[in-house]
């Protein structure tokens, strides 16, 4: 099974995670309104084995790019419950593979 994914610990401890051991599911989209592209911009993640469930959000759903590919990256906010303990954080999110290509290279 490949590895797809690794849970990261603040002292930079991982534990790798395979298909197997995690779920993402997208919850709400976002469409571009300069593009037409849509894009999953919300998230429930459950890691079984860690007790982890999260809700994934944007800090905003417009964060789209637009240079040599149209793809969508950006802040994300995290909450949920580790062990039924309250849990947040912070992240970024790069989404690739949505949008059609830009031409050339924009400024």
Do not use: C, H, K
């Not at 298909?19 to 309104?33: A, G, K, L, M, N």
Request: hydrophobic letters at 40%; glycine letters at 10%; charged letters at 15%.
């Amino acid at each position: 099974m490949p590895l797809l994914a690794a849970l990261a610990w603040p002292d930079g401890t991982q534990i790798p995670l395979n298909e197997d051991e995690f779920s993402i599911t997208p919850v709400r989209t976002w469409t571009s309104p300069r593009t037409g592209a849509t894009y999953p911009v919300a998230w429930e993640i459950a890691i079984p084995s860690q007790d982890l469930q999260l809700t994934v959000t944007p800090l905003l759903d417009d964060q789209e790019m637009q240079v040599s590919f149209i793809y969508w990256e950006g802040a994300v906010r995290a909450e949920g419950t580790m062990g039924g303990a309250p849990v947040a954080g912070r992240g970024y999110v790069e989404l690739t593979g949505y949008g059609q290509p830009a031409g050339a290279y924009q400024r």
